[in-house]
């Protein structure tokens, strides 16, 4: 097995959902839920650097955003740095700090994942989710998010010839594991029935196969190997690193039913941590649409090409399942703050690779996985982690 | 000394100005020059990673825009990272590609700072250019950008008791350089009557002391020390490195005259490189406005408190003097595209280096230091380069 990268020792999140506080209050939040976390105290002047992954809905602030962290995260002029990469920006900024202290840069270095997306009126909201699609082939030719996805899932299950039974799974399960993750946006079960019959938003998708709008922020502490123990006896490993990426537009990519960033991102993570997939005890990946965590299961290598709907519906991806996957409740049922999903992918590994996950607890999870994708697929990363 | 980070093989720089070509194309021609430029050569497909600094100016693709950077700079995949800190974006991008190959992570990165500006109608700029300041105490206050550096000049000027002629002989020497740049937005000369008679902005700040509004993309290409002579015999190294930040609204700040976040990224800088201020050959610093190249000299540690003014007006940041400053145009003569003014800075460290500058070369160039400012001083990093 390779050396570990970096370690992560503290995690805090805010609750997911329609929240009243404005972005610098759930920074704040998220930040000082992270530094509470460390088992041996931290102080914020021990912070090396920090990473601000946003997409900056709703314009709040619209440059330099990352400069506030030395106001809600009481830096003291450390470098930070906004990343951007739509969905994954958070993911990004992850590696970025694992990168920081694994060069030797800093010992100690703060993710802060966030998006406050209920600011924005309805019929607003829509377009600012097409910013992550392509600007002339999708945004401005009308295709919504949700329609590129419905052009995705149409493709697949017509592919495959499979019934849309095996999405509904997936929003089934999620919405079972959410109900038990105190931070979800929905906190309840849904029937197959329910997911069917909601209405519909783009062909095959209806509204319970769409991950929900919501707020929220995730901290996340990141060591370098060598100092991880200094803060905790139980410091969560990064074993693994990978990302990749693909046309903007659906359009220019070679197909509709793989996202070749996240194969990409998932066969650098494994060689990189020289681990096998059957080593993996859990999988967090990016459900922003039901369809996705089928596509997931496949790119990352769980799956054959059109076999993530058999895995789905034989029930091997449910908690008690062979190989659990989005124990948290995923973007479908714990919510999608755009810029904060990476980090709160992280952070569910954390909590359940140090078994504090409660409720929704992995039983024997030893190693995880997080996949997080950027619009449609233009980007995406892959991160392994083994319990300490 | 101490041990070389990464090397510059290779940069491209377009045209700055105002300019016919969209932001897709300015970035094609950025990385054909500097993959043109590399003198083995260089394939597309030995990139490793890719790393795009920019505003987003203009929302012609809001989210996820480093994915074009497959498209125009011909990448097949890897990936991808939009970093903004307003116009540090491609300073602070630089540096993530220093780390992606001084981690061992890559041997080859590229970072493209791009801006396209003039698209945005002009009462639209002053807002968009507002971005970058604080949002509620300065944007929605109604303080500009020359604003909030109009407030600086003003109690810089009084409180070290010194005439404009200090800010006007900045805007002098920096278009006396600039008219040698064939790739500046101004190639002319202008006179201290003409700076000081040019309609007021911002009191005292006159038109004559403000950058103007541009268009451009410049490309890097950065190798990992180890095989930088693979691709050159004349790399640029990379000897330090430093980045800085403090709260976004001047309110919150210790200082107005003087920018914690560069002093902090200085101070980095040369403790990184083992340097001595007396060994740098040439600084190519943040001069937003004339004022800011005043601050960046005092900062930056080449001129006590206040004294950043008779270093200017005694001739010694001139290309003849002892510490010639901007011998490019700096951001005033040669234009400001926000995204991508970082990377150009390292374009001019590496042309003057590699004693390619043409009429503008600073004889026995040998070590260069540039310095990249976002927003009125939320963030900046400090970059030294030595010739190899």
Do not use: M, Y
């Given at each position: 097995m390779a050396k570990e990268l970096a370690a992560l020792i503290g995690a805090g999140h805010t609750r997911f959902g329609a929240l009243s506080e404005g972005p610098r209050q759930l920074v704040r939040d998220a930040v000082d839920s992270a530094i509470a976390s460390v088992d041996a105290g931290l102080q914020h002047a021990e912070i090396g650097e920090a990473f601000l992954g946003t997409l900056g809905f709703s314009g709040w602030q619209i440059g330099n955003s990352s400069a506030m962290l030395n106001e809600e995260g009481r830096l003291s002029g450390i470098p930070v740095t906004r990343i951007e990469n739509a969905c994954a920006s958070s993911g990004f900024a992850l590696h970025a700090a694992i990168r920081a202290v694994q060069s030797g840069?800093?010992?100690?270095?703060?993710?802060?994942?966030?998006?406050?997306m209920t600011d924005v009126t309805s019929p607003r909201r829509r377009y600012w989710l097409g910013v992550s699609g392509d600007t002339e082939w999708e945004r401005l030719a009308g295709l919504t998010f949700a329609g590129v996805y419905g052009l995705i899932a149409s493709r697949y299950l017509d592919q495959y010839r499979l019934p849309r039974s095996a999405l509904t799974e997936v929003a089934v399960k999620n919405h079972e594991n959410g109900a038990l993750n105190p931070n979800a946006q929905f906190r309840k079960t849904v029937s197959r029935e329910q997911v069917e019959s909601s209405p519909l938003v783009a062909d095959p998708l209806t509204l319970m196969d769409c991950c929900p709008v919501s707020d929220g922020a995730v901290a996340l502490l990141v060591a370098s190997p060598e100092v991880a123990r200094r803060f905790t006896d139980a410091p969560v490993?990064?074993?693994?690193?990978?990302?990749?990426?693909?046309?903007?537009?659906?359009q220019d990519r070679q197909s509709l039913t793989s996202l070749a960033a996240t194969k990409r991102a998932a066969a650098e993570a494994f060689r990189t941590a020289e681990l096998d997939r059957r080593s993996v005890s859990l999988l967090e990946v990016h459900d922003c649409f039901t369809i996705a965590e089928?596509?997931?299961?496949?790119?990352?290598?769980?799956?054959?090409?059109?076999?993530g709907a058999e895995l789905t519906l034989s029930g091997q991806?449910?908690?008690?399942?062979?190989?659990?996957?989005?124990?948290?409740?995923?973007?479908?049922?714990?919510?999608?703050?755009?810029?904060?999903?990476?980090a709160s992918q992280a952070y569910e590994a954390f909590v359940q690779l140090r078994r504090s996950a409660g409720d929704r607890?992995?039983?024997?999870?030893?190693?995880?996985?997080?996949?997080?994708?950027?619009?449609?697929?233009?980007?995406?990363?892959?991160?392994?982690?083994r319990a300490g």
């Open positions: 840069h800093r010992d100690l270095a703060l993710v802060v994942g966030l998006e406050k490993w990064v074993v693994g690193c990978g990302a990749g990426s693909d046309a903007l537009a659906l089928l596509l997931a299961l496949e790119d990352l290598g769980f799956a054959e090409p059109g076999k991806t449910r908690r008690s399942g062979r190989i659990p996957v989005n124990p948290d409740g995923g973007l479908k049922a714990k919510g999608h703050p755009i810029g904060a999903t990476g607890q992995i039983a024997g999870a030893s190693v995880a996985l997080t996949h997080n994708v950027g619009g449609s697929g233009a980007s995406a990363t892959v991160t392994l982690f």
